[in-house]
């Protein structure tokens, strides 16, 4: 039997669908800032952005002709408006990119490493190498233009040296030891997350205007917010610097450029992902205190996920997933 003619299998299949569905919503975004884009710089990655996503796009419709699978319906050009003012400037687009692009080589990492056909192995090593290329291209743009912001400096270890007592695991109680590189690196990375998503959130509820929807935007940045704090003030216990927030990137336009499906589309995605890295912050984490935070943290986005959630599906938002066959029903129809 061909690769070609091997059917699907549901990591495949899920695969597949989910990438789609999310990259019909980077192309809503993406178009929008290219539209908007004056710096030429930043035009040549966000165009680039915006052509690798279209691409996918395209190669899975191919996959699910072939199967005779329905396309997904996703997002569409009815959930932006390229007509409405932006909302942000320049180097917001790049910071975008940047953000999602290392988010996306985590996405595609995990798809790719579960699915077996050739074909779509081929489609997902070659999303990753997408998502790696724009990550390099964005950061590189953004230490050019003096964007970038840098995690903690510590020194450099003179001797190698093992672990002798459980005080690597103090936190709550005794003299607690010093955050360790693996754990100053999630904290770093979890600040610059929520900042970016604090502005994205603020830039929201400048322009929508459903009162569900602003609620639930304001409750994401309140979450953000705690997050920022929170981990600023572990760096300060540590006598290291805090992060300064990024420079704000927000127009004063009233108008929503994009559709409420879409932004809460795009909350519900991001969501999934924060679990999933705030989980590996906890993994890589030896203290008891941040242990103990990050269990929180994760309680506190899976409820908030589930509003996101119940305001989709309450709206006929949220397309179903493929499912496996129901077979009791199946019998019980008999």
Same mark, same amino acid.
């Given at each position: 039997?061909?690769?070609?003619?091997?059917?699907? *299998?549901?990591?495949?299949?899920?695969?597949?669908?989910?990438?789609?569905?999310?990259?019909?919503? *980077?192309?809503?975004?993406?178009?929008?800032?290219?539209?908007?884009?004056?710096?030429?710089?930043?035009?040549?990655?966000?165009?680039?952005?915006?052509?690798?996503?279209?691409?996918?796009?395209?190669?899975?419709?191919?996959?699910?002709?072939?199967?005779?699978?329905?396309?997904?319906?996703?997002?569409?050009?009815?959930?932006?408006?390229?007509?409405?003012?932006?909302?942000?400037?320049?180097?917001?687009?790049?910071?975008?990119?940047?953000?999602?692009?290392?988010?996306?080589?985590?996405?595609?990492?995990?798809?790719?490493?579960?699915?077996?056909r050739?074909?779509?192995?081929?489609?997902?090593?070659?999303?990753?190498?997408?998502?790696?290329?724009?990550?390099?291209?964005?950061?590189?743009l953004?230490?050019s233009?003096g964007?970038?912001?840098?995690?903690?400096m510590?020194?450099?270890?003179?001797?190698?040296?093992?672990?002798?007592?459980?005080?690597?695991?103090?936190?709550?109680?005794?003299?607690?030891?010093?955050?360790?590189?693996?754990?100053?690196?999630?904290?770093?990375?979890?600040?610059?997350?929520?900042?970016?998503?604090?502005?994205f959130?603020?830039?929201?509820?400048?322009?929508?205007?459903?009162?569900?929807?602003?609620?639930?935007?304001?409750?994401?940045?309140?979450?953000?917010?705690?997050?920022?704090?929170?981990?600023?003030?572990?760096?300060?216990?540590?006598?290291?610097?805090?992060?300064?927030?990024?420079?704000?990137?927000?127009?004063?336009?009233?108008?929503?450029?994009?559709?409420?499906?879409?932004?809460?589309?795009?909350?519900?995605?991001?969501?999934?992902?924060?679990?999933?890295?705030?989980g590996?912050?906890?993994?890589?984490?030896?203290?008891?205190?941040l242990?103990?935070?990050? *269990?929180?943290?994760?309680?506190?986005?899976?409820?908030?996920?589930?509003?996101?959630?119940?305001?989709?599906?309450?709206?006929?938002?949220?397309?179903?997933?493929?499912?496996?066959?129901?077979?009791?029903?199946?019998?019980?129809?008999?």
């Open positions: 039997m061909s690769e070609k003619t091997t059917r699907l *299998s549901s990591a495949e299949l899920g695969g597949l669908w989910k990438h789609y569905i999310q990259d019909t919503m *980077s192309v809503c975004f993406l178009r929008y800032f290219l539209h908007h884009l004056q710096d030429e710089q930043l035009k040549v990655v966000i165009q680039k952005a915006l052509s690798y996503s279209e691409t996918h796009l395209v190669q899975i419709r191919e996959i699910f002709h072939f199967e005779n699978i329905p396309i997904p319906v996703g997002f569409t050009t009815e959930d932006v408006d390229l007509s409405a003012p932006p909302l942000f400037h320049d180097p917001y687009a790049l910071s975008f990119v940047y953000i999602m692009s290392r988010m996306e080589m985590i996405s595609y990492s995990f798809t790719t490493s579960s699915v077996g050739e074909d779509v192995r081929t489609l997902f090593t070659q999303c990753l190498q997408h998502a790696n290329e724009l990550y390099n291209d964005s950061t590189s953004m230490i233009i964007i970038y912001d840098r995690a903690p510590i020194n450099y270890p003179r001797k190698i040296e093992f672990v002798q007592n459980e005080s690597l695991l103090l936190g709550y109680i005794g003299k607690k030891r010093p955050l360790n590189a693996l754990e100053l690196s999630e904290i770093f990375l979890n600040i610059e997350r929520n900042y970016f998503a604090t502005v959130c603020l830039g929201l509820l400048q322009v929508v205007k459903d009162k569900e929807i602003k609620k639930y935007i304001q409750r994401g940045k309140d979450i953000c917010d705690k997050q920022v704090k929170l981990f600023n003030e572990l760096l300060m216990n540590e006598d290291l610097l805090g992060t300064v927030p990024i420079t704000m990137e927000l127009t004063d336009s009233t108008t929503s450029p994009f559709s409420d499906k879409l932004i809460v589309g795009l909350f519900h995605a991001l969501n999934s992902l924060d679990i999933t890295l705030i590996h912050a906890l993994s890589m984490s030896m203290r008891a205190d242990a103990a935070h990050y *269990s929180k943290l994760i309680l506190e986005i899976i409820l908030y996920g589930k509003e996101g959630f119940n305001i989709m599906v309450d709206r006929k938002w949220l397309e179903q997933p493929p499912q496996a066959t129901d077979r009791r029903d199946l019998i019980r129809s008999q």
